[in-house]
């Protein structure tokens, strides 16, 4: 059985740093291409960052330069460093893994930036 669980969200100030773990269990991250999803009151779940099987990267742009996605193979874990937050980042952060044969998401996390 396939799990993600996200964590490292809270309430930080406009300008501060957060980095959210997404750890899995019952697959393997490297395998496929991971996801760092992102939705706020009112509006749709949006793509935030993705990382390749190969290791390569790809962001949104309003957060390219600011966020980083990467990967632990050791722990089976995905990162996402998020550096010089903005009010409008506030939402809940969801990790994703498509197997093909199944499309995984953990629970979410919540990120407040406040002004």
């Known amino acids: 059985q396939v799990q993600l669980v996200e964590s490292g969200g809270g309430l930080v100030q406009a300008g501060g740093s957060l980095r959210l773990s997404c750890a899995v269990s019952?697959?393997?991250?490297?395998?496929?291409?991971m996801g760092w999803y992102r939705q706020a009151p009112g509006k749709q779940r949006e793509l935030v960052a993705v990382?390749?099987?190969?290791?390569?990267?790809n962001y949104a742009d309003s957060v390219r330069g600011r966020f980083t996605i990467s990967r632990v193979n050791a722990k089976n874990t995905v990162y996402l460093q998020m550096n010089s937050l903005k009010p409008e980042d506030t939402a809940v952060y969801y990790c994703?893994?498509?197997?093909?044969?199944?499309?995984?998401w953990g629970q979410g996390t919540q990120v407040t930036v406040s002004s």
């Open positions: 990382i390749t099987s190969g290791g390569s990267t």
């Open positions: 019952g697959s393997i991250v490297r395998s496929t291409t």
């Open positions: 994703n893994q498509n197997l093909g044969v199944g499309n995984y």
